[in-house]
């Protein structure tokens, strides 16, 4: 395998990250290469900030004695790095809502860190991607991949925030410097032009998906004295896509840029094997027992029809076997281990509940109509 300790998957939206990012974890697990894959939205994320607080230890401190109450749930929960403390706000609404005040938890979400301003968002950054360079060297067997970490929730941040190019590429400067011990390589997909891109993001989720981006991020200084509607969010794509350009060219490590226009997937992913340098192994030939499976105590239900599931949120998805009792989740860094009549959650999560690793869902004949709890989804 390439020398690398990180691979990252980047390119604009609709262009296979996240299937990619699944497609080598899963290349690289069958070649016996102990691999990690940590998804856009993993639950919580090493390096992102989705529903997240951010506080200086100072902050912190001053919280506590603002809140005391609050003091034993938080000092569970929380993350202490060398200069800044994280809380996962998920983890307090699955696990402590009835233990914490309202108001204490609507004062958490004043340190929201998406609400940052952008040289405050680098500072608490810098220091997340620090953390994850440090554990990630500590094990040293194991390969990380990242899908749409280090250019599209950047250049997302950065150009949100109207700010110039040049301020964007020393960021990501910043966190190369920091990653390199890693050796890091990237993975950039994207087609003949920009156009096309978006063009297919609109067939394959709606002119109405166009709109509805527009319409959440509108109040972001880049839309202000723009065009409102679709249109708008379309010369972002254009913007971002300049961006992503000029920071692939500038990338300093083992770098692939693949042509995805022709649609020829499978040649894609050959030619992604040949650059990580590993071979494509076979599926192992296996089949989870159908039927309905719940968690009772949250109402949660997983229906399997052989390789094709029903997830909690009603959404179908292909499985793909890992071994003869465990499998790949489509699109997901989630893991079905099938045991004894009984589905464990393996692999990681995402920010949707049902995917916490260890949940526990028994194999059931009937079901009843039930609350279906789920987390709110940040994208």
Request: aromatic letters at 14%; hydrophobic letters at 40%.
């Amino acid at each position: 395998m390439i020398d690398s300790k990180l691979i990252m998957v980047e390119g604009l939206p609709s262009t296979g990250k996240t299937t990619n990012a699944r497609f080598i974890h899963i290349q690289l697990e069958r070649n016996r290469i102990n691999a990690e894959w940590i998804h856009e939205v993993a639950m919580p994320h090493p390096v992102l900030f989705f529903d997240e607080v951010g506080m200086t230890y100072g902050e912190y401190d001053r919280f506590i004695e603002l809140y005391p109450e609050s003091a034993d749930i938080l000092h569970h929960v929380a993350v202490f790095r060398n200069e800044t403390v994280g809380i996962h706000l998920p983890e307090i609404q699955w696990n402590y809502k009835d233990e914490m005040n309202e108001n204490v938890y609507q004062a958490l979400l004043e340190y929201d860190v998406w609400n940052f301003p952008l040289d405050v968002y680098v500072k608490f950054a810098l220091e997340k991607w620090e953390r994850f360079t440090e554990k990630a060297l500590s094990t040293w067997d194991k390969v990380f991949i990242m899908d749409s970490a280090i250019f599209q929730f950047q250049i997302f941040s950065f150009l949100f925030k109207n700010r110039p190019y040049e301020e964007l590429q020393y960021f990501i400067k910043q966190i190369i410097e920091i990653i390199k011990p890693l050796k890091p390589c990237l993975i950039y997909l994207h087609r003949e032009n920009t156009e096309a891109t978006i063009d297919y993001l609109e067939n394959d989720r709606g002119a109405s998906y166009l709109e509805y981006i527009w319409n959440r991020d509108k109040d972001q200084p880049y839309y202000a004295g723009k065009m409102p509607g679709a249109e708008s969010f379309r010369q972002f794509l254009r913007d971002y896509a300049n961006m992503a350009a000029k920071l692939f060219d500038s990338f300093p490590a083992n770098k692939t840029s693949l042509d995805i226009s022709d649609g020829n997937w499978t040649c894609r992913e050959n030619e992604m094997l040949s650059f990580l340098v590993i071979s494509r192994m076979p599926s192992p030939d296996a089949f989870p027992p159908n039927g309905v499976y719940t968690n009772e105590t949250l109402g949660l239900v997983i229906r399997v029809d052989g390789l094709t599931i029903t997830d909690p949120t009603e959404k179908t998805r292909k499985i793909f076997p890992k071994s003869h009792n465990e499998f790949y989740v489509d699109w997901l860094p989630t893991v079905l281990r099938f045991e004894d009549k009984k589905i464990v959650i393996a692999g990681s999560q995402i920010c949707e509940r049902w995917t916490t690793t260890g949940m526990i869902y028994e194999k059931t004949d009937n079901i009843h109509p039930v609350d279906r709890l789920s987390a709110p989804f940040s994208t």
